[in-house]
């Protein structure tokens, strides 16, 4: 089915008349029974106002950025669009066109594919699914491990729609229920392969594809982000998405190399930096690791995302090629901007 994905970039408390916006979106995607959304709170990031922040040290009255990605037909994402951008204003909106797969995870629907092509595969799933008696997105990682998948991050969500039923996370609970996504990356071949088996894994599988191009693997240079065209449909402009997949062990002068990887860029002037800590996953040669108790770990996965205009990723990537000279995955993907930040004082449009 051709999907959209919709993702918004907000503050934790930034209010949208006279609700929280984070709540907001939510709501609206419950009433409009979007099939899937999920909403992450960043562990760390530059945010609007290009301030480096982190999950760690912030007191509960600091506005934590958050990310709320929404899954659904193109007619059902485009009618709850006008509000969420309302909800969200000044934050960044992008819209990601996607295939969505529920069912059986048929291949019927998919178009043809170029040999080498690579695959970003999503898996929607909630933290209390079970396969084979162990948590479903620890079972999943250990399947994409198994079929040499190059990567695999499972994040837990705060709070999230599944088939509009909300299903938020509450404090002293064992947050059944939380919407969890899986994010995988591979070659064409290897991710369609192994979809039967990832949906039989799940009581109601919803997994969706979207191209990307893997640019370093375990310090291994592979290719430059391809630069997209300038504009894409209805003149939105047409920005880039770097991904780099890490670890709280992997490190660098002593601290987690994303943390390293934030400060960095955002000395150079580059914001939009998105940092999410998993709870399981692995790339490369090492088996799947993580906390099953979900609690922050040393060896936990973690994910950082940098979007910006195209003349702004050269910059970005050399940055992130030097911090993953040894290890990490690292991808890019084009992005349509809805509605860009604020440019800040060093950071113009372009």
């Not at 530059?46 to 193109?74: K, W, Y």
């Not at 000044?90 to 092509?117: A, F, H, I, K």
């Not at 800590?277 to 040669?285: A, I, L, N, P, Y």
């Not at 995302?305 to 991808?331: K, M, N, Q, S, W």
Request: a positive charge; one cysteine or more; hydrophobic letters at 40%.
């Amino acid at each position: 089915m051709e999907s959209l994905k919709l993702t918004c970039y907000s503050g934790e408390r930034r209010r949208a008349g006279a609700a929280v916006a984070g709540n907001g979106l939510l709501d609206l995607y419950a009433t409009a029974e979007i099939a899937a959304s999920i909403q992450l709170r960043d562990t760390q990031g530059s945010g609007l106002r290009q301030h480096l922040r982190s999950g760690r040290s912030l007191a509960l009255s600091e506005d934590l950025p958050l990310l709320t990605v929404a899954v659904d037909a193109g007619p059902r994402i485009e009618a709850v669009l006008e509000q969420a951008l309302a909800m969200t204003t000044p934050g960044l909106v992008t819209l990601e066109p996607v295939r969505l797969l529920d069912g059986d995870g048929s291949l019927t629907r998919l178009t043809p594919r170029l040999p080498g092509e690579e695959i970003k595969l999503t898996v929607h799933l909630g933290q209390d699914e079970q396969a084979y008696q162990i948590p479903a997105y620890e079972a999943i990682c250990d399947l994409l491990y198994r079929r040499c998948i190059a990567g695999a991050t499972a994040v837990l969500g705060v709070d999230g729609t599944v088939s509009g039923r909300r299903q938020r996370g509450r404090l002293a609970s064992r947050q059944a229920g939380v919407p969890m996504m899986v994010i995988a990356v591979g070659s064409a071949d290897q991710i369609l392969g192994v979809l039967p088996d990832v949906s039989g894994l799940l009581r109601h599988p919803l997994l969706t594809l979207e191209p990307v191009r893997v640019c370093k693997r375990d310090g291994r240079f592979l290719a430059v982000p391809d630069r997209p065209p300038g504009t894409a449909e209805h003149g939105m402009a047409r920005w880039q998405k770097l991904t780099v997949y890490t670890s709280e062990a992997a490190r660098r002068d002593g601290q987690p190399v994303h943390r390293v990887l934030a400060r960095r860029l955002l000395s150079a002037g580059i914001s939009g930096v998105t940092t999410l800590r998993g709870v399981w996953g692995f790339h490369g040669e090492r088996a799947p690791h993580g906390d099953s108790a979900l609690r922050l770990a040393h060896h936990v996965p973690a994910i950082t995302i940098v979007i910006g205009a195209p003349r702004r990723i050269p910059g970005a990537f050399a940055i992130i090629d030097e911090l993953t000279a040894e290890r990490g995955l690292v991808t890019s993907e084009a992005v349509q901007v809805v509605r860009a930040p604020p440019a800040g004082p060093r950071d113009e449009p372009g």
